[in-house]
């Protein structure tokens, strides 16, 4: 086996150098990083923010956003999109967006395949409904882009920079801006104020806005990513009989993504902030509008959330937080969750980075776990918890074959 000898790793090294100097002024640098719990060993073969990519796709959490579906549920169909591929697609739109405009793509892509790794199983439904149960029990709200945040530097101790968190927990592009400007990176403690506001004001959350370029990048192009994908699904894969209006920027995914993209590049090259032309915003606007009536709010769609997994999730809920403050370690709490190795030590060791943080309160735990479900985990466990629920009798899963 050989290994890089010093002339080898010197050379890499000006490669890098001579890389960054050709970025943007308006990128961030390697050498900005910032890590809230200590240094990394540097590596020559990885940036600061690569290494951040590199915990966040071997984070066993990473696997589970292969089942766990954005908008289409209980249907086997390879073609609609998962968690896992919905955050490839905003990494292939960001890093087009952030290659054109100079910036740093390693903090780009660790951003976007990171940005949703705290998602709960069904969907923004299933978010919602967490949220309800977290807010009814503990007084506190569920948002996916924070929980990320928790289960990429807390649950799993990956101490990633404060560049790609800060990007994670204010990447949220529900709402369409004409312009996006950076904020000021905040410190440790300003930080984890902020995430800690977003578990009890409602409002937190609207107030995010990423500190980078990069975050702004993908911000816009984790909106761009659903918005027209959510529109394939729904005509080839699902069917549903959605008529779309014509736009400046087109009503088909490809189209979407191109207009977009172009627009956004050709408004912003050389600033120090993202901007979109106004017919191109007004567009995007009436898109996501549309998108909500015609895909999102329809009585079919989000009937099996309401009908199945509302009280499958709350019934859940309840026997596991029973099973937590009784100590029953022979649930599937302890033995699927807590006694894993992976986080044993996380929630019950010494040692831990961020003690103040990381709470033990039952409902937190209970959270913690089911946000961590795939879809099909969420069923299985309901009807082991509940063999005899005639809930498990409503599931039905349209098969490749049928009509």
Same mark, same amino acid.
């Given at each position: 086996?050989?290994?890089?000898?010093?002339? *080898?790793?010197?050379?890499?090294?000006?490669r890098v150098k001579h890389e960054q100097s050709t970025?943007?002024?308006?990128?961030?640098? %390697?050498?900005?990083?910032?890590?809230?719990?200590?240094?990394?060993?540097?590596?020559?073969?990885?940036?600061?923010?690569?290494? %951040?990519?590199?915990?966040?796709? /071997?984070?066993?959490?990473?696997?589970?956003?292969? %089942?766990?579906?954005?908008?289409?549920?209980?249907?086997?169909?390879?073609?609609?999109?998962?968690?896992?591929?919905?955050?490839?697609?905003?990494?292939?739109?960001?890093?087009?967006?952030?290659?054109?405009?100079?910036?740093?793509?390693?903090?780009?892509?660790?951003?976007?395949?990171?940005?949703?790794?705290?998602?709960?199983?069904?969907?923004? $439904? &299933?978010?919602?409904?967490?949220?309800?149960?977290?807010?009814?029990? $503990?007084?506190?709200?569920?948002?996916? #882009?924070?929980?990320?945040?928790?289960?990429?530097?807390?649950? =799993?101790?990956? #101490?990633?920079?404060?560049?790609?968190?800060?990007?994670?927990?204010?990447?949220?592009?529900?709402?369409?801006?004409?312009?996006?400007?950076? /904020?000021?990176?905040?410190?440790?403690?300003?930080?984890?104020?902020?995430?800690?506001?977003?578990? =009890?004001?409602? #409002?937190?959350?609207?107030?995010?806005?990423?500190?980078? @370029?990069?975050?702004?990048?993908?911000?816009?192009?984790?909106?761009?990513?659903?918005? &027209?994908?959510?529109? *394939?699904?729904?005509?080839?894969?699902?069917? @549903?009989?959605a008529v779309f209006d014509e736009t400046v920027i &087109?009503?088909?995914?490809?189209?979407?993504?191109?207009?977009? =993209? *172009?627009?956004?590049?050709?408004?912003?090259?050389?600033?120090?902030?993202?901007?979109?032309?106004?017919?191109?915003?007004?567009? @995007?606007?009436?898109?996501?509008?549309?998108?909500?009536?015609?895909?999102?709010?329809?009585?079919?769609?989000?009937?099996?959330?309401?009908?199945?997994?509302?009280?499958?999730?709350?019934?859940?809920?309840?026997?596991?937080?029973?099973? @937590?403050? /009784?100590?029953?370690?022979?649930?599937?709490?302890?033995?699927?969750?807590?006694?894993?190795?992976?986080?044993?030590?996380?929630?019950?060791?010494?040692?831990?980075?961020?003690?103040?943080?990381?709470?033990?309160?039952?409902?937190?735990?209970?959270?913690?776990?089911?946000?961590?479900?795939?879809?099909?985990?969420?069923?299985?466990?309901?009807?082991?918890?509940?063999?005899?629920?005639?809930?498990? %009798?409503?599931?039905?899963?349209?098969g490749y074959f049928d009509k």
């Amino acid at each position: 086996m050989k290994t890089l000898t010093p002339d *080898q790793e010197a050379e890499i090294e000006n490669r890098v150098k001579h890389e960054q100097s050709t970025l943007s002024p308006y990128a961030t640098r %390697d050498n900005q990083a910032v890590r809230f719990f200590g240094k990394v060993p540097h590596d020559v073969l990885r940036s600061q923010f690569a290494t %951040d990519a590199d915990r966040i796709i /071997n984070c066993k959490f990473f696997n589970r956003c292969g %089942d766990k579906t954005q908008v289409f549920s209980f249907r086997k169909n390879d073609d609609i999109t998962r968690r896992s591929s919905h955050v490839q697609l905003v990494s292939r739109i960001a890093r087009k967006i952030g290659r054109a405009l100079g910036l740093n793509l390693d903090l780009i892509e660790a951003i976007a395949i990171g940005h949703d790794i705290g998602h709960t199983p069904f969907g923004h $439904a &299933g978010e919602s409904i967490l949220s309800e149960l977290y807010r009814e029990n $503990a007084g506190k709200l569920f948002n996916h #882009n924070v929980h990320s945040v928790r289960v990429l530097n807390l649950i =799993t101790r990956n #101490n990633l920079t404060a560049q790609t968190l800060d990007g994670i927990i204010c990447h949220c592009g529900e709402k369409v801006d004409e312009r996006y400007e950076p /904020n000021t990176l905040p410190d440790k403690s300003a930080f984890f104020k902020m995430f800690d506001s977003c578990y =009890t004001d409602e #409002n937190a959350i609207k107030r995010l806005r990423p500190s980078t @370029l990069e975050g702004c990048v993908v911000r816009l192009s984790d909106m761009v990513a659903y918005m &027209g994908k959510d529109r *394939q699904d729904a005509l080839y894969s699902v069917r @549903l009989d959605a008529v779309f209006d014509e736009t400046v920027i &087109g009503s088909k995914n490809r189209d979407i993504i191109s207009n977009v =993209t *172009q627009d956004v590049i050709a408004n912003s090259l050389d600033k120090p902030y993202l901007s979109l032309s106004r017919d191109v915003f007004e567009a @995007l606007e009436h898109c996501k509008d549309e998108n909500n009536e015609k895909i999102y709010r329809r009585p079919e769609v989000r009937r099996p959330y309401d009908e199945i997994i509302r009280p499958m999730m709350r019934k859940m809920y309840f026997k596991l937080l029973t099973d @937590l403050e /009784n100590k029953d370690e022979e649930s599937i709490i302890y033995r699927h969750y807590l006694f894993d190795e992976y986080i044993y030590a996380n929630y019950f060791g010494e040692n831990n980075i961020s003690p103040e943080l990381f709470a033990r309160e039952p409902n937190d735990v209970v959270v913690d776990f089911i946000a961590s479900m795939s879809d099909d985990y969420l069923l299985d466990a309901f009807a082991f918890l509940f063999p005899n629920d005639k809930l498990n %009798d409503k599931v039905r899963y349209v098969g490749y074959f049928d009509k």
